[in-house]
């Protein structure tokens, strides 16, 4: 296998140099940055790995360059943990935080391999429809749904808000399904995805002639969306000079192409989606209040995955038949350590993470139960939190035992109540 490293610290390339050599199956070429990576990278390597934090190109920007042509492995600091969601953005699937051993990096490597090779024999039996199936059954999600349902009845603007991979895209198609212009175009742009100097064309359009390389009339996104609903993602990244413009189109409901002096009427509904702190855009200047009041009628905030405690087994349940039906295989469960790590581990990637790790466990598990290693979250930092439970539980079983199972005696001796230790046994199933 034939593996692109890069890294621009010396030592930690050269250490990973010396470590890696140790295995024959891997042919390992490291580089400094990633512009040396670029001009040597071709078809022939089957993997890339690299780190975030590199003077000139980062690491995100190499993965965007790379633009899908690569599977890539992820090195990353605790501190650019925020910078390894935006790479499960990019379609990342491992990411490593450092410290980590060699042996993880290995495996990671492996998982890799086993994963292409089982892509490339298995062809996908169906594909996975994101639009039905809305998946979320925790109070928190049902009440934000509730107010969604009886929002998209109107034309109310709504802004999402929430963390990457809560399902914000989703939601957004969600009310547009169920509104009166669920027949209507439904256009979703981002504003992160387009260069600064393209955003108004592209929203607004231009007419033949308008500058010097429109050769032909583009019609905006605003015009396309007529009728329907339009869906403006990450406005936090809007650029300043835009934001007046959207926010006149919106009271006049009309817009003007570039290079026209023709007005046109407009009738759309707006959902707009931000990760950012637009509070804090306003203090520093960067993002009108105006316009901020104006798209957020009915504000949505999506809670991370972490706070849905109660139904991420659930929706991994799901995304587990979903996968094992894509893959062709039979049904495979959890096991029960599985299930504690799903539980305990933070989801910084939120669904998006999880329905990707859902998915290397099923085509790496040989067995019909998943079990943790399948899942691969201790590289990520899983907190051992489990670790600490299953302690407690060891020593709540051992007092009562050399109590005779006296709850009272027992709790004395461990300093808590009865009640709370009657809760911790049932909890322990002791
Ligand atoms: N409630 C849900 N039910 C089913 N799938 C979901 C749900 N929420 C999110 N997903 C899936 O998770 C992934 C991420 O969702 P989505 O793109 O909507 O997130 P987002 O909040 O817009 O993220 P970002 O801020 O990074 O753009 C998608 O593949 C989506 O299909
Ligand atoms: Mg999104």
Excluded at 29 to 42: E, G, P, Q, R
Excluded at 401 to 416: Q, Y
Aim: net charge negative.
């Amino acid at each position: 296998m034939k593996i692109a490293i890069v890294e621009d610290d010396i030592n930690m390339r050269k250490s990973l140099e010396i470590a890696m050599s140790d295995f024959e199956e891997f042919e390992i070429k490291t580089f400094k940055n990633a512009k040396d990576a670029l001009k040597s990278i071709d078809d022939s390597f089957e993997l890339v790995i690299t780190d975030i934090n590199m003077p000139g190109m980062d690491g995100i920007e190499f993965i965007k360059t790379l633009n899908g042509r690569f599977e890539v492995i992820i090195m990353t600091g605790n501190a650019t943990l925020q910078r390894a969601i935006e790479s499960i953005h990019l379609g990342v699937k491992d990411f490593l935080l450092k410290p980590f051993d060699v042996e993880t990096l290995v495996h990671a490597i492996k998982r890799e391999g086993e994963v292409q090779k089982v892509k490339k024999n298995l062809p996908k039996k169906e594909t996975i429809s994101t639009h039905n199936g809305f998946l979320g059954t925790s109070e928190s999600l049902q009440s934000i749904l509730k107010i969604a349902n009886k929002a998209a009845k109107t034309d109310a603007s709504i802004l999402l808000l929430g963390q990457s991979g809560v399902g914000k895209e989703v939601f957004a198609n969600h009310i547009h399904e169920n509104s009166t212009r669920a027949k209507k175009p439904f256009i979703a742009i981002n504003m992160a995805a387009i260069p600064d100097n393209l955003i108004e064309s592209e929203l607004f359009g231009f007419e033949k002639g308008a500058f010097t390389d429109a050769s032909e009339a583009k019609i905006g996104q605003f015009e396309l969306a007529n009728g329907g609903t339009l869906f403006l993602d990450e406005i936090g990244e809007m650029p300043y000079a835009v934001q007046a413009k959207i926010l006149r189109a919106l009271q006049e409901k009309e817009v003007r192409r570039l290079g026209s002096s023709k007005s046109i009427k407009i009738d759309i509904r707006i959902i707009s989606a931000t990760n950012a702190n637009l509070a804090e855009k306003i203090q520093n200047g960067e993002f009108r209040e105006d316009l901020y009041y104006r798209l957020n009628t009915i504000p949505l905030n999506i809670p991370p995955l972490k706070d849905r405690q109660d139904e991420i087994l659930q929706i991994a349940d799901k995304i587990l038949e979903q996968n094992c039906k894509k893959y062709g295989f039979d049904l495979k469960t959890f096991s029960k350590e599985a299930q504690e790590h799903l539980l305990a581990y933070t989801w910084p990637g939120n669904i998006r993470e999880l329905i990707s790790v859902v998915e290397r466990a099923v085509i790496l598990s040989d067995s019909h139960e998943i079990t943790p290693e399948a899942l691969f979250l201790e590289s990520r930092g899983l907190k051992k939190s489990k670790d600490i439970k299953s302690m407690e539980k060891d020593l709540i079983q051992e007092v009562l035992k050399s109590e005779d199972g006296d709850v009272e005696k027992a709790s004395e001796i461990l300093g808590m109540s009865t009640i709370h230790l009657t809760k911790k046994i049932q909890i322990y199933g002791i």
